[in-house]
């Protein structure tokens, strides 16, 4: 039996006109629904929108540099910052609308999910982060 | 829009301290000196002002001082009894502090009133203040994750660079210029000029940007002394208009162009019976070389796209078409965030007073600034335009 997913890889869908936020709120400010939002898995399909190469990073989270991140337009879904997680150099690996796959962590991450390219042989899969 | 008739408010005094590394002082230290060289620059007694905002973003974190900063900085003038507000709102925060103390005047509540900011933030390793700042982010969904701002920047060049083919040279090219006026201010934290060589050769922050894209981290303090019309000096600049904006409904967009900033500088412009033709010099908020390019477009000094062309071609210049970062900006005068905004108003009135010396903007009659504050989902969260003219 695999580990739940983190409840943070998620997004709510308004049960009165099916709105989408991203993350989870209360309010669906397209009608005025209060509180009746319903929690869903993120889409674990998308493309890259942007993408950097941090070189130079915070105290905290304490993530070995460089690491890649990117803005990810989920199919049908939001758009989600994500580490971007590739074989090789990721400045030379990404480009504008990579198909990428969403990869969900389970509940005791620290991070709820990361991106990587579709198909990536090896595929880092949840212990990617 | 509210039809209230609003006062004339002038810019009576400013002052600035040195912006850079200032070991040994603080957000408390440095704001002292500002006030007192805005009250000297002002010729006014302290116990004129009526009213005091302080913008003030990392003291908490960074320095310990979490409260009571303005109050601090104003008890060595004598002053007590005054409303002293703080004001946070990310790197924008001066310039709300400046916002506020104009509206006080303007709707008459007061006739005297001062708006300073300080920040002391080299006294904490790079990291923490990177960790610090990029709090001015949605922590849930991007601050965990790593994201910095050179990052957030760095997706936004990238985006730009592919939409519009704008260059690495031409990102450089904002450096080049900001570092050459920053050499002719005796305040700037930066006062060497550096080459496209030397920006395209620096080590990289968070791709594409290297070292000599982005600002750097700064201290200093700035103060700004606003008066009722009938109490400024005929020699005092006039602010013509203020504006504030947020990003709370602002559609995710395309990254290349930020809604807050062109919603603000229409509201601006409007106020002021202004368009971006009129203006002569703009003080602008460049925390990254890809940033001054975007409000080069978004304030309406060219055309969308045409922001890497504008600066490359010179147009940005001290003798261009509009003079963009006089004082050398964010990048080269230097970035204590809580002051930025004052000093980008100190900057516009010194030089609609003809008093900037070296970099004097010749003929400078209409003088804009532009600071923006924090980043959520795909956009700044804060901005505040202002246009000053010459009396």
């Known amino acids: ?129 | 829009m509210s039809s209230t008739t609003l006062r004339t408010v002038a810019v009576r005094g400013v002052g600035l301290t040195t912006f850079g590394r200032l070991p040994g002082e603080t957000d408390r230290s440095l704001a002292e000196v500002a006030v007192h060289r805005a009250i000297a620059d002002a010729a006014i007694d302290p116990s004129a002002i009526e009213a005091a905002w302080v913008g003030n973003v990392t003291g908490g974190q960074l320095g310990g001082q979490m409260c009571a900063l303005g109050q601090l900085a104003l008890r060595p003038f004598g002053l007590g009894g005054l409303p002293v507000t703080r004001v946070e709102n990310a790197c924008a925060s001066g310039s709300v502090a400046v916002r506020s103390a104009y509206l006080a005047v303007a709707t008459g509540q007061v006739d005297v009133a001062i708006a300073f900011g300080a920040e002391h933030m080299t006294r904490a390793p790079t990291p923490l203040t990177i960790e610090v700042l990029a709090g001015a982010s949605d922590l849930q969904a991007e601050a965990r994750f790593g994201v910095t701002f050179p990052g957030v920047f760095g997706m936004i060049a990238r985006r730009h660079m592919d939409r519009y083919g704008t260059t690495p040279e031409q990102l450089a090219a904002v450096t080049v210029k900001n570092h050459r006026n920053g050499a002719l201010n005796p305040i700037a934290q930066f006062d060497q000029p550096v080459t496209v060589e030397d920006v395209l050769a620096a080590r990289r922050v968070a791709t594409p940007l290297g070292l000599l894209d982005c600002c750097g981290i700064s201290d200093g303090a700035a103060a700004v002394i606003v008066v009722a019309g009938d109490l400024a000096r005929p020699t005092d600049p006039r602010i013509l208009a203020s504006a504030q904006t947020s990003s709370a409904h602002e559609p995710f967009g395309d990254m290349t162009s930020f809604a807050l900033t062109r919603h603000a500088a229409e509201r601006a412009y409007l106020q002021a019976g202004l368009d971006a033709d009129a203006v002569d010099l703009a003080e602008v908020h460049d925390c990254f070389t890809i940033a001054e390019i975007l409000h080069t477009e978004d304030l309406g000094f060219c055309a969308p796209g045409d922001g890497g062309a504008y600066v490359e071609d010179g147009r940005s210049a001290l003798d261009g078409d509009v003079a963009i970062n006089p004082s050398g900006g964010l990048g080269a005068r230097g970035h204590p965030v809580g002051a930025t905004g004052c000093a980008q108003i100190g900057e516009a009135v010194l030089q609609l007073r003809g008093d900037a010396g070296e970099r004097q903007v010749a003929g400078a009659r209409v003088a804009l600034t532009h600071t923006l504050g924090a980043f959520v989902h795909g956009a700044a969260a804060s901005c505040a335009v202002h246009i000053l003219g010459a009396p």
Do not use: K
């Open chain 1, 1 to 129: 039996m695999t580990a739940a997913a983190h409840p943070q890889a998620t997004w709510v869908r308004c049960t009165a006109c099916d709105a989408g936020y991203y993350p989870a709120q209360r309010n669906c400010p397209a009608c005025s629904t209060w509180d009746a939002l319903r929690v869903e898995p993120l889409p674990r399909t998308g493309r890259l929108f942007t993408w950097t190469v941090v070189h130079v990073g915070a105290a905290a989270p304490p993530l070995p540099v460089p690491y890649a991140l990117g803005y990810v337009d989920l199919d049908d879904g939001p758009r989600v910052l994500a580490p971007i997680v590739v074989d090789g150099d990721p400045d030379r690996e990404l480009r504008h609308g990579l198909p990428l796959v969403l990869v969900a962590h389970d509940s005791g991450s620290d991070l709820p999910f990361h991106c990587e390219p579709a198909g990536m042989a090896g595929g880092a899969g949840e212990a990617g982060r």
